[in-house]
């Protein structure tokens, strides 16, 4: 069975600071890997995910994560924060043998003046 | 806008009735999800359909059930409902399952209540 941990489940961070969100999985066969993000008071909306190929991926509103199969990690990161990246952030893993999407606890980060 | 509706945005009920949420998919979507957000148990996985057909089933409650309809959309029903029913509840759509990376795509979400 698949599973997701997101060990920090907040993050408060500066503004215009770097920041990482850390995601591990645990899974025995091949997976996909993706980064959500939940604005207060909406829906789930897709940052970027990992298939296959480069190890590291380009998302949108500048975050990237980078797929480390040795380490069961995908951490997702952006170089400098906005106010605007104040949101709650998923990690989630799915595969090809009848696994559905499995979602992490999510992180909320906090980005303050 | 993902092109997931749901309806209704808000609803508030008494314990033991039953409530129904309906859920648009993304037009060519044959997969619906429906999720459960709470504040203590995160996002649950309930239970999806494709084409009609129930493909796999989460942490759904007996007294809570799903259908896809030939149009595609789907509802979700809750029955006898409990104040720890009081959640956010989400469907999800993707173009088939979620073999081969396929995303899936989150509507705004249902409200719902229980007093």
């Known amino acids: 069975a698949q599973s997701v941990t997101q060990l920090d489940s907040q993050v408060p961070v500066f503004e215009e600071a770097p920041v990482e969100l850390r995601c591990n999985y645990s899974?025995?066969?091949?997976?996909?890997l993706f980064w959500y993000v939940q604005y207060p008071n909406q829906g789930l909306q897709l940052l970027l995910k990992y298939l296959s190929g480069s190890t590291l991926v380009k998302g949108i509103n500048g975050f990237e994560a980078e797929f480390n199969k040795s380490q069961t990690s995908f951490h997702l990161r952006k170089p400098s924060v906005h106010i605007s990246d104040t949101a709650e952030y998923f990690c989630a893993v799915s595969g090809n043998y009848g696994q559905n999407f499995v979602f992490g606890p999510g992180t909320r980060l906090s980005v303050l003046p | 806008d993902s092109g997931v509706t749901q309806t209704p945005k808000h609803l508030i009920t008494a314990t033991g009735q039953r409530v129904t949420l309906r859920c648009s998919p993304r037009s060519g979507d044959l997969s619906v999800y429906w999720y459960q957000q709470s504040l203590d148990q995160g996002l649950q996985f309930l239970i999806q359909y494709y084409n009609g057909e129930e493909r796999a089933k989460g942490n759904i409650l007996e007294r809570f059930s799903a259908q896809q309809f030939p149009d595609l959309h789907s509802e979700l029903n809750l029955s006898s409902l409990e104040l720890g029913d009081s959640a956010l509840y989400f469907c999800?759509?993707?173009?088939?399952?979620?073999?081969?990376?396929?995303?899936?795509?989150f509507g705004e979400g249902s409200w719902l209540t229980v007093v």
């Open positions: 999800a759509s993707s173009v088939a399952g979620v073999e081969s990376g396929n995303t899936i795509y």
């Open positions: 899974s025995s066969v091949s997976v996909y």
